[in-house]
C-alpha cells in the first residue's frame, strides 16, 4: 500500500476529528490579535511658543488603533549597536520635573503628542561608538525612542528624526 492510499482510507476518519481543533485554534488566534493594542508612533516637529519666540521642537506622536484606552508608563532613548540600552532618564522634553506625570492615556483611535528631549537624543547620537556612525550610514538609527504601555507592549521607533538637524551628519542635508 502506498502513503496515498492510506491517507485516502483515514481522511474520512480524520476529518471530522481535526475540524473542532482548528476551528478552536483560529478563533483563539483571532480573539488574541483583537485584545491586543494596536498603537503605532512617529516623530514629528512642531513649533512650541517659548518666551524667546517660536522654536521647532521634537514630538512623539503615539497613535492608538485599538478599541480601547492604552497607557503610556514609560518613555525612553536606546542607545547601543548590539544590544540597545535604556537611557537613565526619561526622553520627555520638560521644563519641570513636576509637568512629568505618568501614564498617559490615549484614547481609542486618537493621538498624543509629547515632547522629546533633542538634546538627550543628540547627546546619545554623539556619544555613539565608530561602529554605530558606521552603521548609521548603512542607515540603521544610532538612537531610538521606546514608549512602554502598562499592558507590557513596547513600541520602539527610530529618534533619529529627533536629532537637532544642524547635528545631522552633513551626508544627510
Request: aromatic share 8%; charged share 25%.
Amino acid at each position: 500500500m502506498s502513503i496515498l492510499q492510506i491517507l485516502k482510507d483515514y481522511s474520512p476518519l480524520v476529518s471530522p476529528i481535526l475540524s473542532p481543533f482548528v476551528a478552536a485554534i483560529t478563533a483563539i488566534v483571532l480573539f488574541q490579535r483583537k485584545e491586543q493594542e494596536r498603537v503605532h508612533c512617529t516623530i514629528e516637529w512642531k513649533y512650541v511658543g517659548h518666551p524667546d519666540g517660536q522654536r521647532e521642537e521634537p514630538f512623539l506622536i503615539v497613535h492608538n488603533r485599538s478599541d480601547r484606552s492604552v497607557a503610556i508608563k514609560d518613555l525612553r532613548f536606546l542607545s547601543g549597536v548590539l544590544g540597545r540600552n535604556p537611557s537613565e532618564t526619561t526622553a520627555l522634553g520638560y521644563d519641570d520635573p513636576e509637568h512629568i506625570d505618568f501614564p498617559y492615556l490615549v484614547e481609542p483611535g486618537k493621538l498624543r503628542s509629547m515632547q522629546l528631549d533633542e538634546y538627550q537624543a543628540t547627546n546619545i547620537a554623539d556619544a555613539a561608538s565608530w561602529v554605530g556612525r558606521l552603521l548609521s550610514r548603512m542607515g540603521r538609527p544610532r538612537v531610538r525612542v521606546q514608549a512602554t504601555t502598562t499592558a507590557g507592549k513596547r513600541i520602539t521607533v527610530s529618534a533619529e528624526d529627533a536629532i537637532a538637524w544642524k547635528k545631522k551628519p552633513t551626508w544627510l542635508q
